[in-house]
């Protein structure tokens, strides 16, 4: 399909996404109490920041942005035998 | 369009929904044994659970002109108690030549903690003595990414594992390259809110290719859909994706995996044994 295709189709789709996205926060602005240094509330709008790059990849991204961290040698942390 | 689930939990469906997949297209499916929303007290509260998996569901989906397989195990999420776990685990082979079982699974990793990844190994170690294919749960949203590592260094220490004969279900956009690039199958769930939808599996067959990537429904007791494949496949047509292609995904692929297994006895439905006629 052609870019312009996607577009057509999804325009709309998408549209109303953002819509809610922006409800949501609203939502949580007029609400009593202040998120200000919430970690989540600075993952949601770190999200939405890489909603705006130029990257091929902005769902891996932000799968990632959403994802405990990997640590290598974690095996030595939890004492386990090595395994063949 | 004939089509396969190779991750379905039935015994959380009503009957209704067998004949629902039936009139879709579903000829055949694996469900792999999983956790029930509560925590089993007993060893044989498993052996029932695993009587229901090899005789109950494959008569019912019978019913419908469904070929029912499964997998077994203790999941994840019960696998913290240990000595539990044990007791299950010393308590499958009973299990193993029944005729409609796979291999082992879906275990894995809920919370990434020490004893999920103890049973882990163990539940690996019993699959390679007993020649079993596999079948692997990677844990949900945020734990997802590191614990899929956490199963794929895992099952790297194993050199009598075949990778061909693993797959590694749940993948999602940050987690199936590492999967595919290690030479394991890959299955992404079509699920709401904690898994994939049509549209982004559509998407990860797009940038990735067919090879070695099943979807599934995991149709469960959860807030799942259990005709999400044929949602898959009507999002592939729109985008103009070929018959052959759709195919391979949907029947090719999963019915390529399970044939390494020596109970995946499938027959084509023919003019005589097929229940609907819509097809």
């Not at chain 1, 189709?9 to 007029?30: Q, T, Y």
């Not at chain 2, 494959?58 to 077994?72: C, D, K, N, S, V």
């Not at chain 2, 220490?157 to 797959?167: F, I, Q, W």
């Not at chain 2, 799942?224 to 292609?245: F, N």
């Amino acid at each position: 399909m052609k870019a312009s295709q996607i577009l057509d189709r999804e325009f709309l789709e998408v549209r109303a996404k953002i819509l809610e996205i922006a409800a949501s926060l609203d939502r949580m602005d007029r609400a009593e109490g202040d998120l200000t240094g919430h970690p989540n509330r600075q993952l949601l709008g770190r999200g939405i920041d890489l909603l705006a790059s130029k990257d091929v990849d902005r769902a891996e991204q932000v799968q990632l942005l959403f994802s405990r961290e990997y640590v290598d040698g974690w095996q030595d942390d939890f004492e386990l035998k090595s395994r063949t | 369009m004939y089509y396969i689930d190779p991750h379905i939990h039935m015994v959380s469906r009503t009957t209704d929904d067998y004949q629902t997949l039936a009139r879709m297209g579903c000829i055949a499916m694996s469900e792999p044994a999983f956790w029930a929303g509560f925590d089993r007290g007993s060893v044989d509260g498993f052996r029932d659970y695993f009587r229901q998996l090899t005789e109950v569901e494959p008569a019912r989906a019978a019913q419908y002109g469904i070929q029912h397989f499964t997998w077994l195990c203790i999941n994840a999420k019960e696998a913290e108690n240990v000595e539990l776990s044990r007791e299950v685990m010393k308590m499958i082979p009973e299990f193993l030549d029944c005729a409609n079982v796979l291999g082992i699974g879906e275990i894995g990793l809920n919370k990434n903690t020490r004893n999920e990844s103890i049973v882990f190994q163990e539940h690996v170690e019993l699959a390679i003595e007993h020649n079993q294919q596999v079948l692997i749960h990677t844990p949900h949203l945020a734990d997802k990414y590191q614990g899929t590592r956490m199963i794929l260094d895992m099952l790297g220490g194993y050199s009598g594992l075949d990778r061909s004969r693993v797959l590694v279900d749940h993948v999602e956009e940050h987690t199936v390259r590492d999967v595919i690039d290690a030479g394991y199958w890959a299955g992404m769930t079509l699920y709401p809110v904690t898994k994939c939808t049509p549209a982004r599996a559509v998407d990860i067959i797009e940038q990735m290719g067919p090879d070695r990537l099943c979807v599934n429904s995991a149709g469960d007791w959860g807030p799942s859909k259990p005709t999400a494949v044929p949602d898959l496949i009507m999002e592939m047509r729109r985008r103009g994706h070929s018959e052959g292609m759709i195919h391979q995904v949907v029947f090719g692929n999963p019915y390529q995996f399970f044939s390494q297994s020596q109970h995946f006895s499938f027959e084509m439905p023919t003019p005589e044994t097929r229940v609907f006629d819509n097809l």
